[in-house]
């Protein structure tokens, strides 16, 4: 036990004299998190800068851009009908509304008055335009209605509305589905983080075979059992690190909630991260050189996390590639989030974790059985 420890202990101060190394190891799963908050961080939250071209001047469509200014997520300005196409054009709007030269005539007579909405980024924009914009002509309307089409009380009644008297009070409450999005994005980077982790740690082992650097190690009274089990032992105080490190800057620094106790989402990834090793030291079993392990792992990580939905949600992919997602051990982590964010109980996602740690006890014995047939102390002399 001491032979592995003193291994385990050189090793790590390998990796922090490496200086460049110890910088990757630390940022990276920074870098997940600034991703996660990049790719749904102002989901719903920022304001729509809308310019409006009033062609009537009547006292309903001064009415409606009075109700438009007190919605929330919009920014309101007139603009000049002959700037307005390119101020869209160039962005520095994100809509504009151009309402008719008859839109009072036409609520007045009971008819649907004409409202154009126009911007170059689709229907992010113009739904949420229209919808507010028809929510107030709604009203409008369901006013003339009780008018019996008497004009002067029409607009007694509207007089009644904008007067009338109510409480209203805000809460504002915490966006609990962006924070899961959140924290599942950053969830998916670290995934990958964690097997590139693995599979450069393991890759060490045949590259301290190609120096003749293990030949050295088998001099002194150590076993390669002892040798591999240090470096798993490495590799987990790495992975358990850069959890950390995650975990931090997710909870603390940006103050995004995951949606459940950090430390269920740090066992969750820890258990993950013993199958990523145990794929890694297969990728290392069967490899007989660096550059042929290097290329394994590109080859396996990449693709299966693309898969797994560790970069984007799996419901946007076909039907056939989700099937063989729920093959991918990253699948099941991702899925495990979910259901706990979902206010499932811990003891429901046990299968979840039995099937995880079946990946990870699969690889172990696969790569074991491998090094065994290669009498692995021989092929690294």
């Known amino acids: 036990m001491k ?8 090793s790590l101060r390998g990796i922090i004299k490496n200086k460049k190394k110890l910088l990757v190891y630390l940022v990276v799963p920074v870098i997940g998190v600034l991703i996660g908050l990049a790719a749904y961080g ?3 939250r920022s304001s729509l800068s809308i310019g409006i071209v009033n062609n009537d001047h009547g006292i309903l469509s001064g009415e409606t851009i009075s109700y438009l200014k007190k919605t929330n997520h919009l920014q309101l300005s007139n603009i000049a009908p002959a700037a307005l196409q390119k101020k869209v054009a160039n962005s520095e709007l994100d809509g504009a509304i151009i309402i008719d030269a008859n839109f009072t005539r036409d609520l007045q007579s009971n008819k649907i008055p004409s409202v154009k909405i126009i911007s170059i980024k689709g229907a ?48 504002n409450v915490e966006n609990v589905g962006q924070n899961h999005k959140i924290s599942n994005q950053a969830t998916g980077f670290l995934l990958m983080i964690l097997l590139t982790a693995a599979g450069g740690l393991s890759e060490l082992i045949i590259k301290e075979r190609e120096r003749r650097t293990f030949l050295r ?11 591999v089990i240090s470096n ?20 603390t620094v940006f103050s995004v909630s995951p949606g459940l106790p950090l430390w269920e989402m740090g066992g969750i990834l820890l258990l993950f991260s013993l199958a990523g090793i145990g794929l890694s030291l297969t990728i290392t079993a069967f ?6 392990a290097s290329a394994l792992n590109n080859l396996i990580f990449v693709p299966t996390c693309l898969l797994a939905g560790c970069f984007w949600p799996v419901e946007v992919m076909p039907k056939a590639m989700q099937k063989i997602a729920d093959f991918l051990p990253q699948r099941w982590v991702l899925d495990t989030l979910t259901q706990l964010q979902k206010g499932h109980s811990f003891a429901s996602i046990v299968v979840n974790l039995a099937v995880i740690a ?3 006890l699969a690889f172990f014995m696969i790569a074991s059985y491998k090094f065994n047939r290669n009498n692995s102390v021989q092929s690294y002399i």
Request: no cysteine; net charge positive.
């Open 124 to 171: 992010t924009v113009t739904a949420f335009v229209k919808r507010a914009i028809n929510q107030h002509v709604h009203t409008l309307m369901q006013l003339r209605n009780a008018s019996n089409g008497n004009n002067a009380t029409f607009e007694k009644r509207l007089a009644q509305y904008k007067e009338r008297s109510y409480t209203l009070s805000q809460t």
């Open 42 to 44: 102002n989901d719903g």
């Open 287 to 292: 490899s007989s050189s660096s550059t042929m």
């Open 358 to 360: 079946a990946f990870a």
């Open 232 to 251: 798993v032992l490495v590799s987990i105080v790495v992975m358990v690190v850069q959890i950390v490190i995650m975990l931090f800057f997710l909870s």
């Open 3 to 10: 032979e592995i420890w003193w291994l385990v202990a050189t």
């Open 217 to 227: 190690i088998m001099a002194a009274p150590v076993s390669g059992l002892q040798y």
